[in-house]
């Protein structure tokens, strides 16, 4: 059964991958866990009906590897079906390498034009600074600490360390750390748009500021200061045991 759900931002649907890959902190794929699973031009059948219906008009991929891409992408040219138009993965300072790494190259518009609908830009919050004092009221009520093991290679030593780092980048250039890494996910070339999540008016209205108020784009001294975190701490939530 193919998993899907509708995209917050437009009038569109979804998939998640029906077989087995690796997601969410994974960091190798597992040869054991594969499975059978639905064709890929059998989902993209399913799709065309839901778009001659008028239900959906665009469709796309949500945690994506380059192989599933590039058979949806193949799939849809062979057999005259829909194309995706957006990958929907996980991206943000503490977590680039498996998109830049890879799938950057399949979705240009010069080869496959997918958008990158980028989930987690703060890193599930932790891209706010406020798990570092883990005793403070923020981190204390956070999911991190609310949901023991949920999205933990967030809230491990190594990728604190890294946070603080982009911190002190941020005020060296007169910004927050919210303001950092939503501007940073904003400017990326593949980007189409980020996906943020908020737990009150204010913190929604922190993040739109982020996106509407930050320089557009981040100005070349800023983006030369992260690279420089990122030389060394590269994907910090990878570096777990």
Request: with cysteine; hydrophobic share 40%.
């Amino acid at each position: 059964m193919v998993l899907s759900y509708g995209s917050p931002l437009m009038a569109s649907k979804l998939l998640m991958p029906d077989r087995y890959v690796a997601l969410f902190g994974e960091y190798t794929y597992d040869y054991s866990k594969w499975r059978p699973s639905v064709p890929f031009v059998e989902q993209l059948r399913a799709l065309q009906e839901l778009i001659d219906e008028g239900k959906v008009r665009y469709i796309g991929v949500s945690n994506e590897t380059s192989y599933g891409v590039m058979e949806f992408v193949h799939a849809a040219k062979v057999e005259g079906l829909p194309k995706i138009v957006s990958i929907q993965n996980s991206y943000n300072l503490l977590f680039r390498c498996r998109f830049e790494m890879d799938l950057v190259e399949v979705c240009h518009p010069n080869n496959c034009n997918i958008g990158l609908l980028a989930y987690s830009p703060l890193g599930g919050g932790s891209l706010t600074g406020k798990y570092i004092d883990i005793n403070s009221e923020a981190a204390r009520k956070g999911r991190l600490n609310l949901f023991p093991g949920y999205m933990e290679r967030y809230n491990v030593s190594i990728s604190k360390e890294a946070t603080i780092k982009y911190m002190e980048v941020a005020k060296k250039h007169g910004l927050t750390l919210v303001q950092l890494a939503l501007g940073f996910a904003r400017d990326r070339p593949f980007m189409t748009s980020s996906i943020i999540g908020a737990t009150s008016i204010e913190q929604l209205q922190e993040d739109i500021d982020a996106f509407l108020t930050t320089e557009r784009p981040l100005p070349q001294e800023v983006m030369a200061d992260i690279e420089t975190v990122f030389k060394r701490y590269r994907d910090p939530t990878f570096n777990i045991s």
